[in-house]
């Protein structure tokens, strides 16, 4: 296949904190059946989420599973060891805060926080045709925290790999989202929070339909 006719692929790394909202709404233990029933109760509902927010994680990771973007355009989801790790022990973590960092978990149980990983992140990877990095090193660091720049080096790293690619960083962090919009961070990724994403993949997927639609001369 030449370089012209080669289909583009979209490579996507959610954060953590997209991957905590589902376990947030959906409760523990995560299972693809409960979260294919929110998911379809979400059908019609205003992008972004007028209530909640975290239903736009929901939606943009619903998006992914079929593994493609719009037509034969790929979509695939990549995770790294930094963001596997982190949504275990902030599931794991308990609903009080930290005593150092104040940062507050959902109080899962050990075994349902592993599976969490197990079963959401690298179930989506699995579907999407995606992959895991493995070790990741930090990039945009500062003016990213460290937890930051690990996962946007993940994204540098994919980059590189595929430099054809569109690599996103989909993330409800507001300091990494200003960080990108200010252009504080290098280019090679599109850092979007899951309301933007969900509806670039809409938009695109309703475009095609509609070419689809038009009678050929």
Same mark, same amino acid.
């Not at 995560?30 to 979400?42: E, M, Q």
């Given at each position: ?5 080669e289909?583009?692929?979209? $490579? %996507?790394?959610?954060d953590? =904190?997209?991957y905590?909202?589902?376990a @947030?709404?959906l #409760?523990?233990p995560f ?10 109760r979400?059908?019609?509902?205003p992008?972004?989420h ?9 939606r ?14 790929l979509?695939e989801?990549?995770?790294?060891d930094?963001?596997?790790? $982190? %949504?275990?022990v902030?599931? =794991?973590?308990?609903t009080?805060p930290? @005593?150092?960092? #104040? ?7 050990a ?14 990877v699995?579907?999407?045709g995606g992959?895991s ?17 690990l996962v946007?080096g993940a994204?540098?790293k ?7 690619s ?13 960080a990108?919009?200010?252009?504080k961070?290098?280019?090679?990724t ?11 993949v ?10 689809g ?5």
């Amino acid at each position: 296949m030449s370089a012209d006719t080669e289909v583009k692929r979209h $490579l %996507v790394i959610f954060d953590c =904190n997209v991957y905590l909202d589902i376990a @947030s709404v959906l #409760g523990s233990p995560f299972s693809w059946r409960t979260f294919g029933t929110a998911v379809a109760r979400l059908v019609g509902s205003p992008v972004p989420h007028p209530e909640n927010r975290a239903h736009d994680s929901l939606r943009a990771v619903a998006a992914c599973t079929s593994g493609r973007f719009a037509g034969e355009e790929l979509l695939e989801v990549w995770t790294c060891d930094h963001v596997n790790r $982190l %949504v275990e022990v902030k599931a =794991n973590h308990p609903t009080t805060p930290h @005593s150092k960092t #104040g940062h507050i978990g959902l109080g899962w149980s050990a075994t349902d926080a592993r599976d969490l990983v197990s079963v959401l992140v690298d179930g989506l990877v699995e579907r999407s045709g995606g992959g895991s990095i493995g070790q990741a090193f930090p990039d945009g660091n500062p003016p990213l925290d460290h937890e930051d720049g690990l996962v946007y080096g993940a994204c540098r790293k994919l980059s590189s790999d595929d430099p054809l690619s569109e690599v996103y960083c989909v993330t409800r962090d507001r300091g990494f989202l200003l960080a990108h919009r200010d252009k504080k961070l290098s280019s090679h990724t599109r850092v979007i929070n899951p309301s933007t994403f969900l509806a670039l993949v809409t938009a695109s997927r309703a475009q095609l339909s509609i070419q689809g639609m038009r009678p050929r001369r």
